[in-house]
């Protein structure tokens, strides 16, 4: 495994390991208070975009059926590439109140020892906790121009040895390219219809040059092997009660005959395809998975890059 990935293995609230793995993701997670950063926040989002660096706010994400604190803070900052914090109180009565989410936020990222940018206006005045915390001191007139000389260092300071492990829109792209698949535009009932089978447990629908193979696709670096497994034999499962199905759906008039059968084709031949972020993980995956009536074709990010390398010897 490489040495430079770093998994979580103490959860902060007693949980079982998560194994997220650290400045896994080009992002940058921001804990700030909701009700008087708008100026902040538009300035931040838009440096960050530019830089393609993904902003993350634990306010604007949802989490159905999750732990929120694990799924919209802890997991984003143990996986965010550096960390931003407006540490700015609340005003009542004349009088400063720090918020305590945005602390509790900054707390994780210090125990996480992640990079953070922190800032405040100037106005104000830092909760004791924290005092001694070197803190960038800023007016409306010069945050951009702050935070622009910030932002730059930390991408400078973060960036590591090894590529980010993966970025979605050119090597996971390139990658798929090179195994001869084509993400699936979803234009017709039929395929947004198998898309949904997959799409609630994280995976994405491709299909192979000819247009007549089909595989589920899943990007899971951060997820732990066993909750790897778990996903895929229930998928495993919905396609197998899926085809069950198929031809009692002729005699209510939902199905043809003729709709049946390219449907039976279709899931007879679908292909399920996962990334890890290891060949340790790749290894316990497949040995977990047994036996499966369907092609699972696991991949480790060394097998992600071993590919984009072939690719550039041949391009070369």
């Avoid at 793995?21 to 708008?38: E, H, K, L, N, P």
């Avoid at 634990?58 to 550096?82: H, R």
């Avoid at 993966?166 to 390139?174: A, C, E, K, R």
Wanted: proline residues 4%; charged residues 20%.
């Amino acid at each position: 495994m490489d040495k430079s990935i770093r998994r979580n293995q103490i959860c902060v609230v007693g949980l079982p390991r998560c194994d997220f793995v650290f400045s896994s993701t080009r992002t940058c997670f921001i804990a700030y208070g909701f009700r008087d950063s708008a100026l902040e926040m538009g300035i931040l989002r838009h440096l960050l975009g530019e830089r393609r660096i993904q902003p993350i706010e634990a306010g604007g994400a949802l989490a159905p059926g999750q732990n929120a604190f694990c799924a919209k803070i802890c997991s984003k900052i143990i996986t965010s590439q550096f960390c931003v914090v407006l540490i700015n109180n609340e005003e009542s009565a004349g009088r400063e109140i720090p918020n305590a989410n945005v602390n509790m936020e900054y707390g994780l990222m210090l125990g996480f020892n992640k990079y953070v940018i922190p800032f405040q206006r100037a106005s104000q005045t830092l909760p004791f906790n924290v005092g001694g915390l070197d803190t960038i001191k800023y007016g409306n007139a010069d945050f951009e121009r702050l935070a622009i000389i910030a932002i730059d260092q930390a991408i400078r300071e973060t960036q590591q040895d090894a590529p980010p492990p993966l970025s979605p829109d050119q090597v996971l792209g390139t990658f798929l390219l090179s195994k001869k698949a084509l993400v699936t535009p979803i234009n017709n009932q039929g395929e947004s219809t198998i898309f949904q089978l997959g799409w609630s447990l994280g995976f994405n629908l491709l299909n192979d040059f000819s247009g007549m193979t089909y595989m589920y696709f899943g990007n899971f670096t951060s997820l732990r092997p066993e909750v790897l497994v778990w996903r895929i034999k229930l998928l495993i499962e919905i396609l197998d009660e899926r085809r069950a199905t198929l031809h009692s759906r002729v005699p209510l008039g939902i199905a043809t005959e003729e709709t049946v059968r390219q449907a039976e084709q279709i899931l007879r031949s679908m292909q399920i395809w996962v990334v890890v972020t290891s060949n340790e993980d790749k290894e316990s995956v497949k040995a977990a998975l047994g036996s499966v009536p369907y092609f699972v074709g696991i991949f480790s990010l060394d097998d992600v890059k071993s590919e984009l390398e072939k690719l550039g010897r041949i391009g070369a």
